[in-house]
């Protein structure tokens, strides 16, 4: 058993007779094209045969259509940057404009890319009948975050009404999503919604859990499945995301496996993710995303449990490391061996620490993901931009994208655990939570006063 009924089974919490394989594949498949992001998610044509190319490749049981956050803000006016190797990111937030949100329109399963991306589902739908297709839509709290900016985070205590305002019609957006991805063919509806992370589980039920459980109950009244996807430091969400009563729960890396299963099993829901994204899959060998895998499989069992990454692939994912998940997760005995054999992942090396505190400049580091494609990174590096820009050249913002092994070297040696981490000189300041403007300009010249 294969595909789409494998997937039923472990959502409907049934002993399967393997893990599921579900790679979140995104513009990973622009570079098995050889193409670029941008090209590949404005065609119908190139998104069909890279997802093709993924299905050929790493036999899985269910797939994206794409991973695309941007696809709904784009049609409701928020401007994008482009980049050849990351979805597009959001440039401008209407609302903090001239635009008023009773002006704002549900869009058209005809509009901009939606039309596209529906094109392709139905090309896939009809080239792939007994695999599971997952439609992405971008859950309503990080919408209304792309609509409205950082201010959202103000207005929450200043002006709540608005914000509700604001979450309903990102609600009637996701279930507008919902019927175009269904009328399309998928199987699957995935609540895409990082920025959750950001919040705590009593907003999160003040602002998120009714909004969020109406997406889930139209899903549910589709005939579709769900899966509810966050990543970040969310573990202190989780308990309130199952509240929600997806079929499923999916994470990354920075929360533990082992309390995803336990708080979903216990609510009766499915869980799946964990695959390390950048230390195995991007920057690891075979061997390495091997054993990453094998640990995930032995904590995640054949109850309920999905494998896959923690997000959508890096554009440069070597295809062979995930050949080598697939290989295993249909070969028992080279998980024996694998089990016998010692992790490496990526090497870290100890960075120098000296240079903080002995420079005029107060050094503003931030640790991303990719802030071009992590919606909770690219935040946390803009509030971080500007709250710098009024100190001129006495303060220096730096990326540390996890992606490089800079990155990770970076991450080890200041003693971070979640991603997004601001530091300050060196000191780890704001841990996946972006810090208010004000607070952080105060920190900063606090520190200015003491050099």
Known sequence: MRGKQLLKQAFALKETIRVPWVPFVGVHAASLLGITAEEYLKSTELIVKGVTKAIELYNPDGIPIVFDL???????GCGLVWANENPPAVHTHPLMESVLLEDLKIPATTEGRIAVVMEATRQLRANNPDLALYGLITGPFTLGLHLLGTDIFLKMFMDEQYVHKLMEFCTGVCIAMTNYYKEAGCDVIAVVDPMTSQIGADQFEQFVTKYCTQVFDHIKVQGMSSSFFVCGHAQHN?????????????????????YVKKICLKSGISFGGNLLLTSALLLGTPEDCERNAVDCMDIGGNKGYIMSPGCDLAYATPRENLVAVTN??????????IRAMEAKYVEVKPIDKTAYGSTSRVIIDVITLDSSSCAPCQYMLEAAKRACEEFGDKVICIERSIKTPEGLEFLSAIGAKNIPTLCIDGAI????????INELKMAIENIIKKK
């Open 70 to 76: 941007q696809l709904e803000a784009e049609c409701l």
């Open 238 to 258: 989780i308990e309130v995301m199952c509240a929600c009563k997806p079929d499923n729960i999916s994470i990354d890396e920075n929360i533990p496996l082992e």
């Open 328 to 337: 295993l997760i249909n070969d028992e005995y080279r998980r024996d061996v």
């Open 429 to 436: 300041a704001f841990v996946s939570n972006i810090p208010p």
